[in-house]
């Protein structure tokens, strides 16, 4: 909306805050008045807060000053120039100042009546700005009257209370954005409308022809029907169909008000009174329909959204109940885990968790029951449709019940094997000698050191070198050197044990962990592969070599460090090869 159209609308809300201000006025003085000047019910206010509540309040200004014109020219025009009406016209808007200041501050100036909380709030803010009106109105009128001060401030509060009750749905219903008048629209809905406008209308009149019996019981049910079926617009316009009725028949001795001992001021006071209950009864309703019609949308939303991303993920959606009974599972795990989704509904998910994670699982499950507001992520193995097994990284959020207690758990899997594979690629990389592939110096000391860690007999460290590697380099080339430490490396993975370890610790230099062997066991095996070395020959540019090696022994013992144990069996790989090499010689002390 432009600039020129929003001044043209603000000017028609102005012009029409007068007129509805001035006539209301001018109702209330005609139908309402008490013989002292106080008026039973002040509606005039009721509209007015229902365009502060929907206007910012840096245009509030032309519009209460267009109210209060509004009622001191309708006072003039009817009771001549008074000069107690122009503080009295500022109090009045300033009630509807002070209850629409109220609901902004509450936060429910944009969602009245559309849920039912915002009823107590509304009905509060009526009545607090009432009683901060009606003081400083009552003292003026009792002065001004010579009357009573606390008679006029419980007429003041009373009326302008049920004003505002009265009159702000009215005036906020009435707007084409707000009571919802699109749904008299659908087909046969006007038709039904009708038919509940005549069941009100006869109801009502049946009610306040008479006086002998006390039926003000018996509009509540249609009434309550025309909030179910149209919401706000039914509360509504029932309730004015039995305030026309029902007061018309009150002012001229009808109806059961009657039979409420005192004179006709006090009659239509309590009809009034009746008005603003039946209403506050029907509001509730009809904000909870709006409230409910509103999540359900919502909901109706978010699960076409819930859908259409389960549909099309690329990772599992499920959502299993408490007990681990799948409720729903996305399509995804037909690409993933092979199976069928209609083939997992109703089962357990624990039977698709591989039977060693799923105590970790379910501990992981019962800590997220203490803090159900937060998601929380795990990784397990689980069992696809053709046996094997894969890991899979799962996010979970428990979903709280209206009693507060664990409803579903919705899950997101995502398949975690090809990431699994990386690990251990990167893993298997950081432990191993690029050009042997056997273990590197690091990773050999940490299977020592969980060795001497461990229960078992720990066995025994060898330390193996290539006798005159240097000359093979120095004659052949680093290439066929390299070849020579493969061969070597290929002689020990061949001859030792799967749970023994063989590394790699420096450029011709092994290790060997003889896992729960004794020195004497472990001798003999480095002397057999000795031999076995000294038997292979090494393919070489236009010829082949034969190469030996020398070895250094020692047990494991958990007295001495990693670098105590490497250094001993260091000093005996040094004298094996200072006594000629291609030998075995155990370190000293080590029997």
Known sequence: MGFRDRLRAGGTTVIWTFVFYAVLTAAAMLLTRRSHGIVLIWLANGPLLAVLCKTPTRRWLPLLAAASLGMMGSVFAMVGFRPIVIPVALIDVGEAVVAAALLRHWRVCG?????????????????????????????????????????????????????????????????????????????????????????????????????????????????????????????????????????????????????????????????????????????????????????????????????????????????????????????????IALYEPEALIGTNISELIYREDRARVRAIYQAGLTTPERSYAFEFRAIKADGTVSWFEGNSRIVIDASGRPGAIVCILRDLEGRKQREAALEHAAATDPLTGLLNRTAFRSRVEERLLGEDQPGTLALVDLDYFKMVNDVYGHATGDTALLVLADLLRANLRADDAVGRIGGEEFAILFAGRGTAAAVAICDRLRDMLAQTMIPAPHDSFSITMSAGVMPLRRDLSVDALFSRADDALYRAKALGRNRTERAVGSG
């Open 111 to 335: 969602t009245l009546f559309r849920s039912i909380g915002t009823v107590p709030v509304f009905v509060a803010a009526c009545f607090v700005a009432a009683l901060l009106s009606g003081l400083p109105g009552a003292a003026l009128a009792a002065g001004t009257l010579h009357l009573a001060f606390p008679p006029i401030l419980a007429d003041w509060v009373v009326g302008h209370g049920l004003g505002l009750l009265l009159g702000t749905p009215l005036a906020l219903v009435a707007r084409r954005d707000e009571g919802g008048w699109a749904e008299l629209a659908r087909p046969g809905r006007a038709w039904a409308a009708a038919g509940l406008a005549v069941l009100v209308a006869l109801t009502a009149f049946a009610t306040f022809w008479q006086s002998a019996l006390p039926l003000l019981f018996l509009p509540f049910l249609p009434v309550v029907i025309a909030s179910f079926a149209f919401q706000r617009v039914g509360a509504a316009v029932s309730v004015v169909i039995v305030a026309v009725i029902g007061g018309g028949l009150t002012r001229f001795g009808h109806g059961p008000v009657m039979l409420v001992e005192g004179d006709a001021a006090l009659h239509l006071q309590f009809f009034h009174f009746y008005l603003a209950t039946l209403f506050i009864t029907a509001l509730p309703i009809a904000a909870a329909l709006v409230q409910r019609e509103t999540l359900m949308r919502a909901l109706a939303e978010n699960e076409a959204r819930y859908r259409l991303l389960a549909d099309n993920a690329t990772d599992i959606i499920l959502t299993f109940d408490p007990d681990g009974t799948i409720r729903f599972i996305s399509p995804a795990v037909r690409e």
